[in-house]
């Protein structure tokens, strides 16, 4: 099997199901442990070189008189966004979404503004419309599977500006605007604002973009 070139923001599970192997042989196999020893399976960087091992073959024993199902269950992912006003959640609004430009489906945000979407692991696009055929709907596209790891700069970046500290152009150079924007995060989080991705800092940040609450 091949060694698999990382794409901006892949992960292993989207590896695995590119290649129709599970998650786990890929982790686990012996010419990753390298790659894996020091970050963990969950960080990966652009252009890493992922070993892809063979699958294990999975047999299923039928009876010979009779009509069988087999049923296939595409790997799915659930991604979640909270949508807000001055930082009061939205709850109830109206909204359509519609993925990679398919159908669009009805629903509407929950209590506390949150939207959860199921969609399949190849889904590389999500468009959400608040208030649709209204004179004054919204609409708000968001690339999927292009997240960096916080550690990098650009990862960096992409989680300040999607929880509202905004810092500018995503590209990596985490210079004046990226540490003012970092500032601003650690003064409304009670931190020393230093400017600098330190690790309490990093951590406080990911509970954040995943929508946990935080306690000042």
Not at 61 to 80: E, F, I, K
Not at 149 to 164: C, D, E, K, T, Y
Not at 188 to 194: K, N, R, S, V, Y
Request: hydrophobic share 35%.
């Amino acid at each position: 099997m091949p060694h698999h070139t990382v794409s901006q923001g892949e992960t292993v599970r989207h590896i695995a199901v590119r290649y129709g192997v599970a998650n786990r042989r890929i982790c686990e196999a012996p010419e990753n442990r390298e790659l894996f020893k020091t970050r963990g399976p969950n960080v990966l960087f652009e252009d890493d070189q992922v070993f892809v091992p063979a699958d294990e073959t999975k047999v299923v024993s039928l009876a010979c008189d009779g009509v069988h199902t087999l049923v296939y269950r595409p790997h799915q992912q659930t991604v979640s966004f909270q949508f807000c006003r001055g930082g009061i959640p939205r709850g109830h609004d109206p909204v359509t979404w519609r993925l990679d430009g398919g159908q669009s489906t009805e629903g509407h945000l929950d209590a506390r503004g949150w939207l959860r979407v199921s969609a399949p692991m190849q889904a590389l696009r999500l468009v959400v419309v608040l208030f649709p055929d209204t004179d004054f709907s919204e609409a708000h596209t968001f690339v999927l599977a292009h997240l960096d790891p916080s550690v990098q700069a650009r990862g960096l970046q992409q989680r300040l500006n999607n929880i509202g500290f905004c810092c500018g152009a995503e590209d990596g150079d985490a210079a004046e605007h990226t540490a003012a924007a970092l500032k601003a995060f650690q003064t409304a989080h009670g931190l020393p604002p230093t400017g600098e991705p330190d690790a309490v800092t990093l951590a406080l940040l990911g509970r954040c973009h995943e929508g946990e609450p935080v306690w000042r």
